[in-house]
């Protein structure tokens, strides 16, 4: 994949109190391809990371977006618009909330965008024909057109 001067929005359900090593290993990997690729990075977060310890000095230094509320992750709308917003050339998401959300508001937009899904679960294809055609399936239903090219669909 191309990297010059990408536009890459880390779309992360993360809003836990510690940043972990989830947080610094995203901002490192968003300076290594400013670094290497002039890229622009910005992020999407729910709404609930605002009340958290590290929110402030992480807005401070990173172009961020937040979204839902008490009963939705995200919206149609709010999607649409950051993707109107920021224009971005990849949406990497992390964790499984903003992957339907993004890849929808993707589909909408006029120009090509990329998409990474990075999946934070253990997982491992199914060896039987039934189990494999009904995991297959599942995916799909999650994740769309795109999962078929794993498969070189």
């Known amino acids: 994949m191309k990297l010059d001067r990408a536009r890459v929005l880390f779309a992360a359900q993360y809003a836990a109190p510690y940043k972990g090593n ?23 977060f729910p ?9 402030d000095a992480f807005r ?12 939705k992750l995200i919206s149609k709308d709010e999607a649409d618009a950051i993707i109107r917003d920021f224009s971005p050339s990849l949406v990497h998401t992390h964790f499984e909330g903003y992957d339907k959300p993004m890849a929808a508001a993707i589909k909408r937009c006029p120009d090509f965008v990329r998409m990474v ?28 057109v ?8």
């Open 117 to 144: 899904w990075h999946m934070h679960d253990t997982l491992s294809y199914q060896r039987n024909m039934v189990k494999a055609f009904y995991q297959r399936a599942c995916f799909f239903r999650h994740y769309g």
């Open 60 to 71: 401070l230094s990173h172009k961020v977006y937040l979204s839902g509320d008490d009963t």
């Open 22 to 44: 989830f947080l610094p290993s995203l901002a490192m990997l968003e300076q290594r391809i400013k670094d290497r690729y002039g890229a622009v990075c910005a992020y999407l």
């Open 146 to 153: 795109p999962f078929l090219s794993m498969w070189g669909g």
């Open 47 to 55: 709404r609930k990371a605002e009340q958290q310890p590290w929110w």
